[in-house]
T-cell receptor, first 116, second 114 residues
Framework: DQQVKQNSPSLSVQEGRISILNCDYT??????FLWYKKYPAEGPTFLIS?????DKNEDGRFTVFLNKSAKHLSLHIVPSQPGDSAVYFC???????????????FGKGTKLSVIP | GAGVSQSPSNKVTEKGKDVELRCDPI?????LYWYRQSLGQGLEFLIY????????KSGLPSDRFSAERTGGSVSTLTIQRTQQEDSAVYLC????????????FGPGTRLTVL
């Protein structure tokens, strides 16, 4: 049973336009959400995170939006650049103690292609 | 500073053989995690080490899998009697202690069981 879902396996966007990557979750105990970016033959690298007490977090061209009632988050990249082409993983953790506090649950990823 | 390193980067083995995968975490990171990514899947949690506490082994898929962390630093993931379904990329991550700390990932070991 997938607790974190990324329903779009791939996304193509023109350079300079907005990229929107979506993620849905089912576990109401999740209270911390992260986006990781992965290039081929490399490990995932942390991109941006958001706590459940917020609904938006912005870092440069990257903004993450959280809609707790819908159990949905999205990553916006504006403007998109060719170097953003990678696989993006949504991840979540939850609880202040026990396994939920450190164990990340990942989605299957969305492959973003930014076309020059 | 150096990031998380893993060795080997690629490992091809025959079904039934044992393999050992190594992870060197970032210096000063007391938390260490192993994940694996099978083809077309997200990362799957395997095991978590924090300092001298007993590891959380809840994600290990079978008793053929084991891991240890010596001296609170280097970790080794061992898979005994490998099966074809063990083929995956095995990723190690480390972080500072405490909740909500970013996990830094190594490049992974691609394991292929023939």
């Amino acid at each position: 049973d997938q607790q974190v879902k990324q329903n779009s396996p791939s996304l193509s966007v023109q350079e300079g336009r907005i990229s929107i990557l979506n993620c849905d979750y089912t576990n109401s105990m999740f209270d911390y959400f992260l986006w990781y970016k992965k290039y081929p033959a490399e490990g995932p690298t942390f991109l941006i995170s958001i706590s459940s007490i917020k609904d938006k977090n912005e870092d440069g061209r990257f903004t993450v939006f959280l809609n707790k009632s819908a159990k949905h988050l999205s990553l916006h990249i504006v403007p998109s650049q060719p170097g953003d082409s990678a696989v993006y993983f949504c991840a979540a953790s939850g609880g202040h103690s026990g396994a939920g506090s450190y164990q990340l649950t990942f989605g299957k990823g969305t492959k973003l292609s930014v076309i020059p | 500073g150096a990031g998380v390193s893993q060795s080997p980067s690629n490992k091809v083995t025959e079904k039934g053989k044992d393999v050992e995968l190594r992870c060197d975490p970032i210096s000063g990171h007391t938390a260490l995690y192993w994940y694996r990514q099978s083809l077309g899947q997200g990362l799957e949690f395997l095991i978590y080490f924090q300092g001298n506490s007993a590891p959380d082994k809840s994600g290990l898929p079978s008793d053929r899998f084991s891991a240890e962390r010596t001296g609170g630093s280097v970790s080794t993931l061992t898979i005994q009697r490998t099966q074809q379904e063990d083929s995956a990329v095995y990723l190690c991550a480390s972080s500072l202690a405490g909740v909500y700390n970013e996990q830094f990932f190594g490049p992974g070991t691609r394991l292929t069981v023939l």
